[in-house]
């Protein structure tokens, strides 16, 4: 993927059984994540 400008190599996991548990009811919403201390958490429906 690229990021900052530079191509960088991420590990996938895929499975083929059900979602992890949590992740569910993400369904058909955007997740945003601001990866700092105290950062914000946004759930919005797409």
Avoid: C, H
């Avoid at 900052?4 to 997740?31: C, H, I, M």
């Avoid at 914000?40 to 429906?45: F, K, L, N, R």
Wanted: proline content about 4%.
């Amino acid at each position: 993927m690229e990021w900052e400008q530079d191509v960088r190599t991420a590990k996938v996991l895929v499975l083929a059984s059900n979602p992890l548990v949590g992740t569910l009811f993400l369904r058909d919403y955007l997740l945003q994540i601001e990866m700092t201390e105290d950062g914000e958490v946004i759930a919005e429906p797409l």
